[in-house]
């Protein structure tokens, strides 16, 4: 929809999956049952088992624990919204709305990617160097680079909403994405938007690098103390505890990278919105299954949970 210079942007309008409308329903409940139902009680039930598993309850549980919190919001910022706006065919969004999108969206990604930093150096510590690790991961200590992380993800998702709905929004209103987020309204901005691009390329960059640059430090150091454990059977434990780690990085950062990588489209593409996917809705519907997958304390901890849910039920 064309708007004059002239005319005040009260709405935008989102990017639907399809102009047909079955395939609208059928996108409609992929998301609300397949992914996100999924993805919500996959990530429910790992916090509930590491708070009635006392066997759990160390720092490598408490930030697996913070992250499933995380990716259960992180996905209900974005899937249930666009289930009910492909249910219902109505893709607008006030501006208000659209600004509230963009900051949870930029901070849960950013306390996420920290918070999986933050999981690299309790992973570094517990292994090479067991001695200290109850001092340095203490309680205390991992409830402090929590907060650390929530703290400068609400500066960080506050700088860049605030700078970009500073901007005028007259060329167009409508959102070549399916949900709001900061490079597609920097694309529909008749403001100049060079600032805004580089504070975003330079921030990414300066978080992303530093992070991933943390993360693959802490595996060197960590691969490199394991590989002189004298007993096997002492490497394979040791790496298992990493591997799910290793997975969820993985997942994150090649999905980001893939994504914005791509050459942006003006007319926003079925194949965009695809990719979009991949990038905000599949990482934190996989992660629940990757950890209770490749984790042995987490499947066993759901095998007694199982059968103490179903003695429960023969008793009653």
Not at 18 to 38: K, N
Not at 252 to 258: A, G, K, L, P, R
Request: with cysteine; glycine share 4%.
């Amino acid at each position: 929809m064309k708007m004059s210079n002239f005319t005040v942007v009260t709405e935008f309008l989102l990017m639907g999956f399809s102009d047909i409308r079955e395939l609208q329903i059928i996108f409609s409940f992929f998301f609300l049952f397949l992914i996100y139902s999924t993805g919500l009680m996959g990530n429910l039930l790992i916090v509930i088992i590491i708070i009635f598993d006392r066997r759990l309850h160390t720092p490598m549980y408490f930030f697996l624990r913070n992250l499933s919190i995380l990716d259960a919001c992180y996905l209900s910022i974005i899937a249930p919204q666009a289930s009910f706006n492909s249910l219902m065919n109505d893709w607008a969004i006030s501006v208000t709305g659209c600004a509230a999108q963009v900051f949870l969206v930029v901070f849960m990604a950013y306390v996420e990617f920290t918070l999986l930093t933050i999981m690299a150096r309790d992973r570094y510590v517990a292994i090479c160097h067991p001695l200290h690790y109850p001092v340095i991961m203490s309680p205390r200590v991992c409830m402090q680079m929590t907060i650390v992380c929530l703290l400068t993800g609400l500066v960080y998702a506050g700088f860049h909403t605030g700078y970009t709905f500073r901007l005028s929004f007259c060329h167009s209103n409508v959102v070549h994405q399916f949900f709001c987020d900061i490079p597609s309204l920097l694309r529909i901005s008749c403001s100049d938007t060079s600032g805004n691009k580089l504070s975003l390329l330079l921030s990414a960059l300066l978080v992303v690098i530093g992070c991933f640059a943390f993360i693959t430090a802490s595996y060197i150091h960590i691969i490199s103390t394991v590989l002189k454990f004298p007993v096997k059977e002492d490497q394979k434990k040791a790496f298992s505890t990493c591997i799910p780690h290793i997975s969820v990085v993985s997942l994150f950062v090649f999905s980001v990278i893939y994504v914005y990588f791509q050459p942006p489209s003006d007319s926003g593409s079925l194949k965009d919105i695809i990719l979009s996917v991949f990038y905000a809705i599949i990482p934190p519907f996989l992660n629940p299954i990757i950890y209770s997958l490749r984790n042995k304390q987490i499947k066993d901890a759901i095998i007694i949970l199982m059968k103490r849910t179903l003695s429960l039920k023969n008793n009653t």
